[in-house]
């Protein structure tokens, strides 16, 4: 079992739709990650949120970090084809000593023209 | 802008042969890694090594060894391959190896052991 736990896993919509990645675990985190990865590429930070109950805005995708830090969501208005990709949350578990990053198993998103 | 760089990008081994990723990085990062991805499974760290100079383990080590040559490289060896480590590799680094330092990572390297 993963300490963080991605949902969907895999997601398949038309351009205009919305939609929403969960990501979940039982254990509290310092702070949440949000990465997408593309092909053949390695995965490009997104945004960082630290805050129980946090929302930030990047243009039209909205991450939420929850208050008891232990989920995060990452909403997408209006997908577009350019967001598909493989989107993974991470985080280092306060139980962690060594601050290391654990990654969830990923969501990935295929948006239709 | 190179960032992180890593070598070779596929490999094909036999069972039993060894190799060496090679990773580089030009950002004068403190931290790097070694991560490996499986579907499913996001990314899960094999090594790192916070400073120059020093290593740990990470999640899944056995199997696998490191060296931080010096400050821009660091390089992941495989001794004797099997085929559980067939799988899609991933070298990184960060500023430090603390909480809220961004994490870039190279192209990935895709290794095959039949």
């Known amino acids: 079992t993963q300490l963080l736990e991605q949902s969907p896993q895999f997601l398949s919509i038309q351009e205009g739709e919305n939609l929403t990645v969960y990501c979940n675990s039982s254990?509290?985190?310092?702070?949440l990650q949000w990465y997408r990865q593309e092909p053949g590429e390695g995965p490009v930070l997104l945004v960082t949120?630290?805050?129980?109950?946090e929302v930030k805005k990047l243009k039209r995708l909205t991450f939420q970090f929850g208050d008891a830090r232990k989920d995060s969501s990452l909403h997408i208005t209006a997908a577009q084809p350019g967001d598909t990709g493989l989107y993974l949350c991470a985080g280092p578990p306060l139980q962690n000593a060594g601050n290391m990053l654990t990654f969830g198993g990923g969501t990935r998103l295929m948006v239709k023209p | 802008n190179a960032g992180v760089t890593q070598t070779p990008k596929f490999q094909v081994l036999k069972t039993g042969q060894s190799m060496t990723l090679q990773c580089a990085q030009d950002?004068?990062?403190?931290?790097m890694y070694w991560y490996r991805q499986d579907p499913g499974m996001g990314l899960r760290l094999i090594y790192y090594s916070a400073s120059e100079g020093t290593t740990d383990k990470g999640e899944v080590p056995n199997g696998y060894n490191v060296s931080r040559l010096n400050k821009r490289e660091f390089s992941l060896r495989l001794e004797s391959a099997a085929p559980s480590q067939t799988s899609v590799y991933f070298c990184?680094?960060?500023?430090?190896?603390?909480?809220?330092?961004?994490?870039?990572f190279g192209e990935g390297s895709w290794l095959t052991v039949v």
């Open positions: 949120v630290v805050t129980g109950g």
């Open positions: 254990s509290v985190f310092s702070s």
């Open positions: 990184a680094s960060s500023r430090q190896a603390l909480t809220g330092n961004t994490i870039y």
């Open positions: 950002m004068n990062h403190n931290s």
